[in-house]
């Protein structure tokens, strides 16, 4: 076999081996158009078929109630507090409390050694009974004739003096006797009977629980959102699985320079005693509430074409148009649309990344949720699907 023959036979040996690979590359195609094969279906991608609608989930736009909140943090304060204080010194001779209990207005809580302000008292007493009896005898002088004015007009006097030292002996006597000035819970003490305490010196607290205040502040710039009578969600470390609710009742007029805040100070109804003074608190506080604002999930929001608002996909008769919108509040992985749909209106929520304004879809429905015990005593639970089209 000569040289040439050997090229001549290599060089169609290799023609031969090219053509088999073309062959076999294009085999699925040719026979697909032959209807050899399985057709379309076998060569697009799972789930969708070649040129058809996109598949994509959705949900409805819905209206729900929306609330503006502030969210801040404060501290609560007792309705009222005062220290039980002697007005006058003198020696604890008895309690009429225990520490923790809770009092009413007027009651009697200590008792400070009277002996001296009883002995002075009755003192005054007898001064009073004797100026009267001078002013009764000169007056009736004055009556005869036998008396002077000077002698009656003295007596007048000594008899008003008199007087207003019993007024005096039975004021320093009365405070001797300390009360409450409102109904409240009695703090703990340090002293006990036979102390002698000077005058102001504190003895207890007296603080009354319910209702219970609040004092937060918030940024200068919701100066103008803020008024009295707003509503205020609060929650407390101490109870954190616990809600309460309160109004906001007054507002400071002056901004805190330092911080460029503005002080609100709300009541919190606390019938139970639960809420302290003292604790810390998260507020927030609702400026403004929209009973039917429209509501689409979260998921639903992409870029407009511009690339500068946002924009949903709106599905109708089976195409999905890009709708740009304006949002307000976002919430729990809903947010509300102020302008661009309305209430009803079926968005995109999963499938939109492939999208294209005017794109042909096919509504399909959510995978299930995986199935979770029901936490002990919970009721049973309802899931919302949005409607697929025919």
């Not at 501290?75 to 007005?87: F, H, M, R």
């Not at 946002?310 to 599905?315: E, R």
Request: glycine letters at 8%; hydrophobic letters at 45%; a neutral charge.
């Amino acid at each position: 076999m000569t040289v040439s023959t050997l090229r001549r036979s290599a060089l169609a040996l290799f023609l031969l081996a090219a053509v088999a690979a073309g062959l076999w590359w294009t085999q699925p195609a040719f026979l697909a158009r032959l209807g050899l094969a399985g057709g379309p279906a076998e060569t697009a991608r799972p789930g969708r078929p070649a040129g058809g609608p996109m598949p994509v989930e959705v949900a409805r736009a819905a209206r729900e109630r929306v609330a503006d909140q502030v969210d801040a943090i404060g501290t609560l304060a007792a309705n009222e507090q005062v220290n039980i204080a002697p007005e006058v010194a003198g020696r604890i001779v008895a309690f009429h409390f225990r520490e923790g209990q809770r009092v009413e207005s007027g009651a009697k809580l200590v008792d400070l050694d009277a002996t001296i302000a009883t002995a002075e008292l009755r003192q005054a007493e007898a001064n009073l009974s004797l100026a009267q009896d001078v002013y009764d005898r000169s007056q009736t002088l004055v009556q005869r004739g036998a008396g002077t004015q000077v002698a009656l007009e003295q007596a007048t006097a000594q008899l008003a003096v008199a007087r207003a030292n019993v007024a005096a002996a039975e004021s320093k006597l009365r405070q001797l006797t300390l009360t409450a000035p409102f109904s409240g819970v009695v703090g703990l003490r340090s002293i006990s009977v036979g102390n002698i305490v000077p005058a102001g010196q504190a003895i207890t607290t007296l603080t009354q629980l319910d209702p219970i205040k609040l004092d937060f502040s918030i940024p200068e710039l919701f100066i103008g959102a803020a008024t009295a009578g707003q509503t205020v969600d609060v929650r407390v470390d101490a109870f954190p699985d616990q809600r309460y609710s309160g109004a906001v009742y007054a507002i400071d007029p002056v901004i805190d320079a330092s911080g460029r805040a503005l002080r609100l100070r709300a009541t919190i109804p606390n019938a139970d005693g639960a809420l302290r003074p003292g604790l810390f608190a998260r507020v927030s506080l609702t400026t403004a509430v929209r009973e039917d604002a429209v509501v689409v999930p979260e998921a639903a929001l992409v870029a407009s074409a511009s690339g500068r608002d946002l924009a949903v996909y709106v599905v109708r008769e089976g195409r999905a148009s890009m709708v740009t919108i304006t949002a307000g509040r976002r919430f729990d992985g809903k947010v509300e649309v102020t302008q661009g749909i309305a209430a009803g209106d079926m968005v995109v929520t999963a499938g939109q990344i492939r999208l294209r304004d005017g794109a042909a879809v096919n509504v399909i429905e959510p995978p299930p949720a995986p199935a979770t015990a029901p936490p002990a005593g919970a009721g049973p639970t309802a899931s919302v699907r949005p409607e697929r089209r025919p």
